[in-house]
Nanobody
């Protein structure tokens, strides 16, 4: 079983920055992706960014210029640096750990954090 604990959300003015953190604990498989999704009111959950355990990244195209993902494998922690925030970035941000059964990355299961609210408003 895996637990994910997020932190770092809050209220920020347009143009500001926030850094989200997510620490994973429990039975963590070595082949995994850690990442962030977000869900705004009335919208579907969408990928923000994800990083494999060996450092490959995947970003939503519209966010890659402002958001940056990183991870510390020794601490099982993933970070999301968000810059130049806009009101449309307002959403609940969810940490995701995708755990693969083998290096082929064919079968997996997802674990989710409880979500952290990010509100961009003046």
């Amino acid at each position: 079983q895996v637990q994910l604990v997020e932190s770092g959300g809050g209220l920020v003015q347009p143009g500001g920055s926030l850094r989200l953190s997510c620490a994973a604990s429990g039975s963590i498989r070595s082949i995994n992706d850690m990442g962030w999704y977000r869900q705004a009111p009335g919208k579907q959950r969408e990928l923000v960014a994800a990083m494999t355990n060996d450092g490959n990244t995947n970003y939503a195209d519209s966010l890659k210029d402002r958001f940056s993902i990183s991870r510390d494998n020794a601490k099982n922690t993933v970070y999301l640096q968000m810059n130049s925030l806009r009101p449309e970035d307002t959403a609940v941000y969810y940490c995701n750990l995708r755990s693969y059964f083998t290096y082929r990355r064919l079968n997996f299961f997802d674990s989710w954090g409880q979500g952290t609210q990010v509100t961009v408003s003046s």
